[in-house]
């Protein structure tokens, strides 16, 4: 008998497993594919390490802005995946010797849940039925991929995020459909080493849920360095290596790549491990179809000691959201007070440069109806960011509530954005108004302390 079954190696799993693990419950987690997930590895790792490998690229190319001299500076990209695939291996090794330190029995096989009787929780791998008290879902997403006409006869021109990872040659075109998070890290990616890139993309704007101003100066910086954005554009179908696409009037327009990403979302993964078995709750969308399992704010489903975390739940699909669920999941299980809060979750998108934000955006504080005002300053108010990013743009907003002067958001453009986010994640976390932020001392040189000098301009 476990005290708790976990199915789904990523983020929210083995963080759950380790806390588990760690507070002496027996743990038993299962993992079909590999541990850590799409995070680790088809997502948020892999991406990042070959995101730095062109960034550096970019530094050696433009190092005479900084009195550095490279000669023909020059890039071998199988060595920028052969790298990456080593950082996913030493990392996938990492977790699997935490699992051992923390005595959690990891099981290599595919998840069937039987049911739930007097007894437990029965879930079968492989010809083996394992019983636990608890049972913790963390099957994570896919990749939406819409049934465009002519996508199946495209064949392997046709990439998502996995595919595109293990592409041992660079495209020398590129189509990306979706201007999301994954399609602009991607796009960042190749344009920086010469592709040609376009991006397709439906919405008015790129980066969707991200502050307007924000995902518009991105934009704009992207557009400079050579990429083509089709805004407002909706994609009829694929003809071979061509996107058919129709324009904002109505006009048929076609572009071509050697390779089409097709990034414009995902879907949790609700099928084919026995959840039916248990009659678990879905929340459902506008069309009646499941698109996540329905928790509560203890990460509980309507099934007793049957709780699901991560992408599954289909509401914040990101690595971090994931880890938090399945550790307040563990300490619910555990009897320790604890909820999950969904005003803080940081968004980070990794292009050159980086964008970074949490809590409200104007747009959505707008949409709550909250009286607030927006405060914000060039990144170049930061020393730190004018001696290291050279002709560098960048920008810091803080979104604060008018008649209690908290900080209700903070949004940033400019690197390394994504490291010092985590103060505003903090600020916003404890509650803190503008003027407690004020009192927090930054180090300095530090482009963090853009964020207090941001705070100090509202009068």
């Known amino acids: 008998m476990y005290d708790l079954a976990i199915i789904g190696g990523g983020p929210g799993g083995y963080v759950a497993a380790e806390r588990a693990g760690a507070a002496g419950l027996k743990v038993v987690l299962f993992e079909k594919k590999s541990l850590g997930g799409v995070c680790l590895n088809e997502g948020c790792i892999p991406t990042k390490t070959l995101l730095y490998s062109a960034k550096v ?64 929780i029965t879930v079968s791998a492989a010809g083996t039925d394992y019983v636990a008290r608890n049972l913790l879902v963390c099957s994570g997403s896919e990749a939406v991929v819409p049934p465009f006409p002519g996508l199946k006869e495209a064949g392997d021109v046709i990439v998502t995020n996995r595919e595109i990872l293990a592409l041992k040659e660079q495209p020398k075109e590129l189509v990306v459909i979706g201007g999301g998070v994954i399609g602009m890290e991607f796009a960042a990616f190749y344009s920086t080493l010469g592709t040609k890139v376009t991006v397709v993309e439906m919405l008015p704007k790129i980066l969707g849920p991200l502050d307007d101003e924000i995902s518009t100066m991105l934009q704009g910086i992207y557009a400079k360095r050579g990429i083509n954005f089709c805004l407002r554009c909706k994609v009829t179908g694929i003809e071979g290596n061509t996107v058919v696409y129709e324009d904002p009037e109505g006009k048929v327009c076609r572009v071509s ?33 499941p698109v996540g399992i329905k928790v509560d704010e203890k990460m509980r489903t309507n099934i007793p000691g049957v709780y699901a975390a ?122 803190m108004t503008l003027e407690q932020l004020k009192e927090v001392v930054f180090p300095h040189p530090t482009v963090s302390e853009i964020i207090k000098e941001t705070a100090f301009s509202l009068k």
């Open 257 to 289: 790549g050697d390779k089409i990403l097709v990034s414009v979302g995902r879907r949790a993964n609700l099928q084919g491990f026995g959840l039916e078995n248990l009659g678990v709750e879905m929340t459902l969308n506008k069309a009646g179809r």
């Open 57 to 120: 690229y970019n530094y050696a190319v433009n190092g005479d802005h900084y009195g550095v001299y490279v000669k023909d500076p020059a890039y071998k990209y199988e060595e920028f995946v052969s790298r990456k695939d080593k950082v996913v291996r030493k990392l996938v090794g990492g977790i699997k010797a935490a699992m051992k330190g923390f005595k959690v029995e990891v099981v290599n096989e595919s998840a069937m849940i039987q049911g739930r009787s007097a007894e437990g």
């Open 310 to 431: 991560g992408d599954v739940t289909g509401f914040s699909m990101l690595a971090h959201t994931a880890s938090r669920e399945g550790e307040v999941a563990v300490n619910n299980i555990l009897g320790k007070a604890d909820r999950m809060r969904y005003n803080a979750i940081p968004g980070v998108v990794y292009t050159n440069p980086e964008v970074a934000g949490v809590g409200l955006t104007e747009g959505e504080a707008k949409a709550k109806g909250i009286d607030f005002t927006v405060v914000k300053l060039p990144m170049a108010y930061s020393g730190r960011f004018v001696a290291e990013n050279e002709g560098g743009e960048g920008i810091c907003k803080i979104i604060v509530g008018k008649k209690y002067r908290e900080v209700l958001g903070v949004h940033m453009l400019g690197n390394p954005c994504s490291e010092i986010l985590a103060a505003a994640c903090i600020a916003i976390e404890g509650e």
